[in-house]
Structures are given as C-alpha cells and as structure tokens.
C-alpha cells in the first residue's frame, strides 16, 4: 500500500475520477462536480496505489480572497483507509491555511464521517440549516500567522 495525497487539475481530476466514480451521480450531481473542479483554485487527490480514496478542493470567492469554500468527495475505497486520509490531509490543510487563513464550508449533518474529518481538521460548526447541512470553519492559530508571515 502506497498513500499519497497530490495536488492536481481540476479538469484532470475530473477526467481520473469520473467513470469509476462519478458516472453513477444525476447529471445535477455530475455539474456540480464539474463545477466544483473548475471553480477550486487548488485540488488535493488522496490515493492508495491506484485507487481513489478522496479529492478535495478550494474555491476562493475573488482572486484576492484571504478565505476560500472547502468541498470534498469521498469514495468507497475510503474505507479503510480513514486514519491514513486524516494524517495526510492535517499536513494538507496547514497548506490551505497558508492562502487561505479562513477556510468556511457545510456538511451534511447526515454525514458522521464528514463531520469528524473537519474537526480533526480543525473546524467550529455553527447551528444547523434546515436540518440537512452545518456551516463550519477553520481557521490558522494567530501564532500561525504570525509566523507565515515572519518567514515570508
């Protein structure tokens, strides 16, 4: 078993992860893929060999956003490999959190597994909405910050 996490593409990204894992989604569910991959300014892909664990990504509102929208799609091979993903993305998120010192998003409230990934990742969650999705956010520790911008 060789883990890794890349970043990649998002039209390639698309390209790799669609016949296996997207075919089967609505066309809905498929644009907003599409959409997803196309808008994120930065796309990580978590892999074990050959085999698509996770890809996720970053999509900032304007080019000169110091916060950005975290999405993220997960696929059967995850299971598993849970506590490889969630070494690998801590270190990937520390990376987001350089261009990105607010990262916001929502979760399915359905969604245990997705909800226990940002909070290793660091994320606070605010109230539910209409009892399907919770806001979360994470932000860089200001002892981080300062020191991101004291190395630059």
Do not use: C
Request: a negative charge; aromatic letters at 10%; charged letters at 20%.
């Amino acid at each position: 078993m060789t883990a890794s996490i890349i970043r990649i593409d998002g039209a390639e990204a698309y390209d790799l992860i669609f016949t296996e894992h997207l075919s089967m989604l609505t066309p809905i569910e498929q644009d907003t893929m599409q959409r997803s991959l196309r808008n994120s300014s930065r796309v990580w892909m978590g892999m074990d060999d050959d085999k698509i664990i996770a890809m996720w990504g970053l999509i900032a509102p304007t080019l000169m956003s110091d916060m950005a929208y975290l999405w993220m799609y997960h696929t059967k091979h995850l299971h598993g490999h849970t506590f490889m993903f969630i070494r690998h993305s801590q270190r990937a998120v520390q990376e987001m959190l350089e261009d990105y010192p607010t990262i916001i998003g929502h979760a399915a409230l359905r969604n245990q597994r997705s909800r226990q990934w940002l909070t290793w990742l660091g994320a606070e969650f605010g109230e539910p909405i209409n009892d399907k999705v919770i806001p979360f956010t994470i932000k860089a520790s200001p002892q981080w910050q300062q020191d991101s911008v004291q190395s630059a």
